[in-house]
């Protein structure tokens, strides 16, 4: 950065020059901002420009930036807006097939995403902070470093609906694809796992913990709880909580019962809270990817826990469709804890849930 003056914003000539130039673009209705000795960047609500104080030309933001760094400052662009955005949204944006409005500020550059078509259609308006932090290294500009929240870092929004995915009876090896949809899509869910599979599936039980989701226990063998001796129920859920915290470290907090069937004497023994579904999908039964997305758009509500079966690939395929759709509706998809959270319900050791509504 150049300290030693800022001759061309003291000197009067050039300063009316500019002023024009601005005015002449974008009215007189503006604000500017200093990005730093050499350039202002001013603005109004449709239209951001770059001029330079000691001549009136302007710029556009590649002229601030050194070759050497035009490709990392697109990268970084590219990196942040794929960190906020589904992949549906951010491949779209990363394309570079709209209009990118830059608006300079203490804390960095809004990055504002115009005229981009987004397929299914949603309903905000696009745009990322690159923060001083980002940027610093590849452009002068007077921002400060600041210890702010990390902007495009994508957070549950306690005001708008949400729902939680659950998938019964893996892992096999469709979790992986259902995994990949939902880091895809910026969405989480809850597995309830059978310890017979991720006795047989360990590094996928291990990629499903490492990506941030959650793992339910689902009993080791599917039996029904209502059905066997109290020795046989106590294997049952202790055989899946050390394999889980073999493989993971860590241990189970929720279990669904296999076929939906327990008793309360059944969960105070068990002792963990007991997660049910409002909306059914029996997409063991429809076995068609397009139909099992469908019926998830048409029938879900704020706070539903939606009952799905990974080991069915047509079931994991489906999680693709339906997840941009959702989002495109307005809905938040996340873990079974994560939506309790959310709600602030706290979830309790013997109690059962259907629903997880304020
Ligand atoms: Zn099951």
New binding site residues.
């Given amino acids: 950065m150049n300290n030693n003056s800022s001759n061309s914003v003291s000197n009067p000539k050039a300063n009316t020059d500019v002023t024009k130039v601005i005015a002449n673009i974008l009215g007189e209705d503006y604000q500017t901002y200093q990005i730093n000795d050499t350039y202002l960047n001013a603005y109004n609500d449709k239209q951001s420009i770059i001029v330079s104080q000691k001549d009136g030309e302007v710029k556009t933001i590649q002229d601030l930036i050194d070759n050497d760094n035009q490709e990392k400052f697109k990268k970084i662009l590219q990196s942040e807006v794929s960190r906020k955005y589904p992949k549906f949204i951010a491949d779209v944006i990363n394309k570079g097939e709209g209009q990118d409005k830059y608006t300079f500020n203490q804390d960095g550059i809004l990055v504002e995403f115009l005229d981009y078509t987004i397929t299914p259609a949603i309903n905000e308006s696009l745009s990322i902070i690159l923060s001083c932090k980002n940027i610093q290294n590849l452009l002068d500009t007077n921002c400060q470093v600041t210890d702010k929240d990390d902007y495009n870092q994508p957070k549950l929004d306690a005001n708008r609906p949400a729902i939680a995915l659950t998938f019964?009876?893996g892992p096999n090896g469709n979790t992986k694809t259902v995994v990949q949809a939902l880091l895809d899509n910026k969405a989480k869910a809850t597995f309830f796992m059978l310890g017979q599979n991720m006795y047989s599936y360990r590094s996928t039980v291990k990629l499903v913990y490492d990506s941030g989701l959650e793992v339910g226990s689902?009993t080791y063998s599917?039996k029904y709880l209502t059905k066997i001796t109290d020795e046989e129920r106590k294997n049952e859920v202790e055989n899946t909580n050390r394999i889980f915290n073999e493989i993971t470290g860590d241990t189970i907090k929720l279990i669904r019962a296999?076929?939906g069937e327990s008793t309360k004497d059944i969960r105070n023994a068990i002792g963990l809270p007991f997660i049910q579904w409002s909306v059914d999908t029996l997409d063991w039964q429809l076995r068609d990817a397009q139909k099992v997305a469908d019926y998830v758009i048409n029938n879900v509500q704020d706070g539903d826990i939606i009952l799905l079966h990974d080991i069915h690939a047509t079931s994991a395929e489906a999680v693709g469709i339906f997840l941009p759709e959702l989002y495109a509706k307005g809905y938040q998809v996340t873990s079974v804890s994560e939506l309790a959270k959310l709600k602030g319900i706290d979830l309790e050791k013997g109690n059962l849930y259907r629903t997880l509504k304020k």
Avoid: A, F, R, V
Wanted: hydrophobic residues 0%.
């Fill in positions: 019964d009876d689902h599917h296999p076929y």
